[in-house]
């Protein structure tokens, strides 16, 4: 009898199946992170899944590790609260793009200022997709919504810029059209000492996909095929070029030392400061 350790040992299988659209590219993100949970062997016991509202706010239901429901926009403070308490645990956060960028956004800029040793997984999929396909902070200008019906007004965020210049330790992006490069880059983040974070573009065939023209599963991966270039070619490219089109790759691995390593470090290099700030 195999002993090995797959990704189908980090599934709740007994919830499947998802309950997602279909085409929607959320059961591909969660084979990612099962994977890399998988391919780091962490035990099951030892890391917490915090994750918030929308339709990604589900995945967790459908991990077999510890997992934490919280509220809209509050994973990541839910998560400071986890890893704070207990330091050997590796704390992921999930987030769709609502929950990160809108009603989450100051939790998300300040996770990655202080530097906490947590991973956010960010599926952006440009919409509220589980209210109606309202517009989002990522929504990118002129793309239409259910709210912005003859185009979106406003610019979206760039998440990983955000999380760059808010003092990330570690920022990728990658999509559900390129499979592979998302359990590479998860294992990447949770490896990595400090904030991390990887964006993951996805598919919303029902609302973001039908209201730009792309109501099919398949249309939408071609548009991400299109959209995405690497970082390496996106900075060769003219503004003009790059108008419409989105980078993908890894934009930072930096060795900033995570807060934990940092906060005892000023009181004196003693175990005892940081469990005294836990009392």
Known sequence: ???????????????????????????????????????????????????????????????????????????????????????????????????????????????????????????????????????????????????????????GFDLCRLADVAGANYVARTTVYHVRQIPQMITEAISKPGFSMVEVLSTCPTFYGRLNGMASPIEMLKWIREYCVTIEKFEEMTAEERAGRLAIGRFIDQGRPDFMTEYVRLNGNDQIAWESLLA
């Open 1 to 155: 009898m195999s002993t090995e350790i797959t990704y189908r040992d980090y599934l709740a299988e007994e919830n499947l199946p998802h309950f997602w659209c279909p085409g929607c590219g959320y059961g591909v993100i969660v084979r990612g992170i099962a994977t890399s949970l998988a391919e780091l062997k962490l035990p099951k016991n030892k890391v917490v899944v915090v994750s918030g509202i929308g339709c990604w706010g589900k995945a967790d239901d459908y991990l077999s590790t510890n997992t934490m429901h919280g509220t809209h926009g509050r994973a990541l403070a839910f998560a400071t609260g986890i890893k704070a308490a207990r330091p050997e645990l590796t704390v992921i956060a999930i987030m769709g793009d609502g929950d990160t960028a809108n009603i989450g956004g100051n939790h998300f800029i300040h996770a990655a200022r202080r530097n906490l040793d947590i991973t956010a997984i960010v599926a952006n999929n440009y919409c509220y997709g589980m209210t109606g396909g309202q517009f989002s902070a990522t929504t990118p200008a002129g793309k239409r919504s259910s709210t912005t019906v003859a185009g979106n007004a406003e610019c």
